[in-house]
């Protein structure tokens, strides 16, 4: 049985892949190396830029609607913990195994030529640091530390995941295949069962563990947000790669740049958002997009 890669939301209208109004891939990379080439660019990506690693995005076409956790429901009861970390537990491995894919690797290489200047991404797998980016803000997080709500303290994932194996040893034996499991961009799994899945607390304080992620309902840390406004800022251009711009947290950087009269380029499947701010809007693969805008840049 194949594998089902769940997002979280069906296209709003039917006919919004391909993006009808958009350029594509190679009108498309013409005109952006012509719009970018000299210019120190910000980027923003959203969960397109991961799907070629494996990991599924939440608005495209292929995606199925799902309801994520919110943070008043995981902060509402340990039963609701339970069910979150049960689910977790599961996908979490799902991201550690995924790998950049080129699109990743293209944008590294730009930023070491100095034609990016940083990334704000709204994923939580951390490819781009695995391709070798170096500036990178995790506007949303990581998946890769838990914290405590109470004292603050840090907790590797792998660390806290041997912990919940010995907790609940067995609980997955009923699982024959990942194939046969549904996994969403934010680690989430859909597992036969989560009754009785055992969670620890904080072993520092006794505190509540969490995701050191930012779920839906929460506020991305602002600290982040003011590093990744410093960074769009200190750009001569912005470029969205694989974001449907619809949530406020990676929308408001549009708005900020177009503010500022940095000119926006959007590379996404489809709509989004924030298509009537751009200068440009391509509707391309974005791997291909990013692998060719290198090559672009790259020539003398």
Known sequence: MPTVRAGYGAPEHPDQFPDPDATGLEVGLAEAAALLGGRRTAVLTGAGISTDSGIPDYRGPGSTPRTPMTFDEFMSSAAMRSHYWARNQYGWRHLARARPNPGHAALARLEESGSVTGVVTQNIDRLHQ???????????????????????????????????????????????????????????????????????????????????????????????????????????????????????????????????????????????RGDAAARLKVDASVTDFLVGLAQRLARP
Do not use: W
């Open 130 to 272: 695995a391709a070798g980016s170096l500036n990178v803000v995790d506007l949303h997080g990581r998946y890769t530390q838990v914290g405590c709500l109470r004292c603050a303290t840090l907790i590797p994932r792998a660390v806290l995941s041997d912990l919940f194996d010995e907790l609940n040893a067995g609980f997955y034996d009923s699982i024959s295949s990942p194939d046969d499991i549904e996994f969403a961009p934010d680690a989430d799994a859909l597992v036969p069962s989560t009754a009785g899945f055992r969670v620890p607390d904080c072993p520092v304080c006794g505190g509540i563990l969490k995701p050191d992620v930012v779920f839906f309902g929460e506020n991305a840390p602002r600290h982040r947000v003011l590093r990744a406004l410093r960074m769009v800022d200190a750009a001569d251009a912005l470029l969205v790669v694989g974001s449907s711009l619809t949530v406020n947290s990676g929308r408001r950087f549009v708005r900020h740049a177009v503010r500022a009269d940095v000119p926006v380029v959007i590379v996404n499947h489809g709509r989004t």
